[in-house]
């Protein structure tokens, strides 16, 4: 039996991650978290019989403590809340499925406590990749990727860690608006923005696909994770989503991997790892899929994924202030409030405009986050 805890577990990669609980007998969910949605929380509560379930919102909490006065089940709120969550002593790893940089925390707590962390939540690497990663190493807890591009290069790494990796070839669908120009992304209402082509997932993570904010957030990711240089991640623009990402070596050799976009298979390759399990779902078809295309990004209409590189480059806490400005303004976007090209504007300024901190310490992430969101407040 594996014992999992799942921060955010009423969101896309949550309730897929439950899914994969419902296909493996051996997986026993211990504790929950989710921000406001007590109607399904208290359904999965029902459900899986955690000991512990967290709720963000106090009020929120309180009434679902009334609810569940019936049961066992303990409910806590607010931070405290998620670092017991993270930190249970019956739980074994931790899927950490919420979005924003709220997950620092909890994800630093859970590796303290020696869990292995199913890392969805990329915003952790992105701000804080220096503090976690050696955190994980001196705790002897795995990151295991859930973030499918990564879970791929991470499978294309078996077997080949003593191996130089050349480059890493990073995959992106283009989101909605690939091959637009500037201009035509001028009049592109939210509902636009929300149409990914490919992959079903939260509201955040599927605008950052359409600016392709995503796919720089991804290349911080993978800095962190596979410990390669900036130079050495390709971006490359691949519509059809079947190959997931893949690592080129010294030889030429490019291995990759392949699959119908599913986010429930590097869910449960990361809970299973090392081991591959059955996954009940649809199965790549390469004669219906019939033709495989790449392309290279277009740098200059989808800007936001250029100034990734350039927070990378900078180092320090750019990374935070990229990241910190692109949430306000996709949050910003979504309430109706700013034009969908003024989010790489907000991010380029923030950019400019945010004091500069090397090897910032995790409350120098935090001072970074809101010093970004108040320049943006006071700005737009
Ligand atoms: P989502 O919006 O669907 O779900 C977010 C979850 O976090 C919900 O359960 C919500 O209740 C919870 N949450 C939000 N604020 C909270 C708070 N303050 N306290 C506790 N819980 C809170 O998001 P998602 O698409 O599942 O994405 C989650 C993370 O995974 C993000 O970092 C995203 O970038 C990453 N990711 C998602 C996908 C995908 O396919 N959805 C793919 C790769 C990576
Ligand atoms: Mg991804």
């Given amino acids: 039996m594996k014992h999992i805890a799942i921060l955010g577990s009423t969101g896309s990669i949550g309730t897929q991650t439950l899914d994969i609980v419902d296909q493996n007998e051996d997986l026993k969910v211990v504790a929950l978290a989710a921000g406001s949605n007590i109607t399904l929380l208290e359904r999965q509560a029902r459900k ?4 512990l379930v967290a709720v963000w919102d106090e009020a929120k909490a309180s009434e679902l403590k009334r609810h569940l006065s019936d049961t066992e089940i303990r409910v806590c709120a607010g931070m405290d809340g998620l670092l017991a969550v993270a930190t249970l002593e019956e ?13 620092i925390r909890p994800t630093i707590a859970a590796i303290e406590a020696g869990k292995d962390i199913a890392l969805a939540n990329k915003e952790t690497l992105v701000t804080a990749g220096h503090i976690i990663m050696p955190l994980a190493q001196k705790h002897q807890v795995s990151i ?26 990073l995959t992106a669908s283009g989101g909605p608006f690939r091959g637009k120009t500037y201009e035509d992304l001028e009049q592109v209402t939210v509902e636009d923005a929300l149409h990914h082509p490919n992959w079903s997932m939260g509201r955040k993570i599927t605008i950052d696909s359409a600016t392709m904010v995503n796919k720089g957030l991804e290349v ?4 962190w994770l596979f410990g390669v240089t900036p130079g050495q991640i390709e971006v490359v623009v691949h519509p059809q989503s079947i190959l997931h990402s893949a690592v080129q070596f010294e030889d030429g050799a490019v291995i990759g991997q392949m699959g119908v976009p599913d986010m429930r298979l590097p869910i449960l390759y990361a809970l299973f790892y090392p081991q591959r399990r059955t996954l009940y779902a649809e199965e790549l078809n390469l004669f219906s899929v019939g033709t495989l295309t790449f392309e290279r990004p277009d740098l200059e209409t989808f800007y936001g994924l250029s100034l990734a590189y350039d927070a990378l480059d900078a180092g320090g806490n750019v990374p935070t202030v990229f990241n910190a400005a692109n949430e306000r303004a996709v949050a910003k976007f979504l309430d109706g409030q700013i034009r969908f090209l003024q989010i790489p504007e907000i991010i380029a300024s923030s950019m400019e405009e945010i004091f500069y901190k090397e090897d910032p310490t995790l409350e120098e992430i935090l001072e970074t986050e809101t010093a970004t969101y108040d320049f943006i407040e006071s700005r737009w």
């Fill in 48 to 51: 899986y019989q955690p000991s």
């Fill in 91 to 103: 739980s074994e790893i931790l899927v950490t499925a919420i979005v924003g940089m709220l997950g």
């Fill in 144 to 169: 295991l990727p859930v973030d499918s591009e990564h879970s791929a290069i991470f499978q294309s790494l078996n077997g080949e860690r003593h191996n130089k990796i050349d480059k890493i070839l």
């Fill in 220 to 223: 911080m990711e993978a800095k």
